[in-house]
């Protein structure tokens, strides 16, 4: 059920909304100041692109300075990714079938809100907090 939800959202925005923060990863690659950003922006495009089975968990090992990036990214980036993630989510759970994936969208909100110091891990792994330490 999964891999048919996946692709449901691959099909419905999951492609278009991969390549846009792909994109925003290579622009913020270009400076040396962008590079973390560079790379959490990557991550949320490899999430966007496949988000069933998989949940977004913190990574015990962010020191303070990714909590100093978050608060950069909050206030330049990372609300308004969050709005967008909203109202697409809102627009998708007006539909029957658009429910999981307007979850789908709910689901990418704490990770375009604070995407530093953050992993993806499989949904059904019991194992994967005591993995990340």
Same mark, same amino acid.
């Given at each position: 059920?999964?891999?048919?939800? $996946? =692709? =449901?959202?691959?099909?419905?925005? +999951?492609?278009?909304?991969? =390549?846009?923060?792909?994109?925003?990863?290579?622009?913020?690659?270009? #400076?040396? =100041? +962008?590079?973390?950003?560079?790379?959490?922006?990557?991550?949320?495009? $490899?999430?966007?692109?496949?988000?069933?089975?998989?949940?977004?968990?913190?990574?015990?090992?962010?020191?303070?300075?990714? &909590?100093?990036?978050?608060?950069?990214?909050?206030?330049?980036? &990372?609300?308004?990714?969050?709005? +967008?993630?909203?109202? #697409?989510?809102?627009?998708?759970?007006?539909?029957?079938? +658009?429910?999981?994936?307007?979850?789908?969208?709910?689901?990418?909100?704490?990770?375009?809100?604070?995407?530093?110091?953050?992993?993806?891990?499989?949904?059904?792994?019991?194992?994967?907090?005591?993995?990340?330490?």
């Amino acid at each position: 059920m999964r891999f048919l939800l $996946n =692709v =449901v959202w691959l099909v419905f925005g +999951g492609f278009f909304l991969a =390549v846009g923060y792909a994109f925003a990863g290579v622009l913020l690659a270009i #400076t040396i =100041v +962008g590079i973390p950003f560079a790379i959490a922006s990557f991550r949320m495009a $490899n999430f966007a692109l496949w988000p069933f089975g998989r949940r977004l968990v913190d990574a015990p090992s962010a020191g303070a300075l990714a &909590g100093i990036g978050n608060v950069l990214w909050l206030i330049l980036a &990372g609300w308004w990714l969050a709005l +967008g993630h909203i109202v #697409t989510g809102v627009a998708m759970c007006l539909t029957i079938i +658009g429910i999981p994936l307007g979850i789908a969208n709910f689901k990418l909100i704490p990770v375009s809100l604070l995407p530093l110091g953050k992993r993806i891990v499989d949904a059904d792994d019991p194992y994967a907090f005591i993995r990340l330490r």
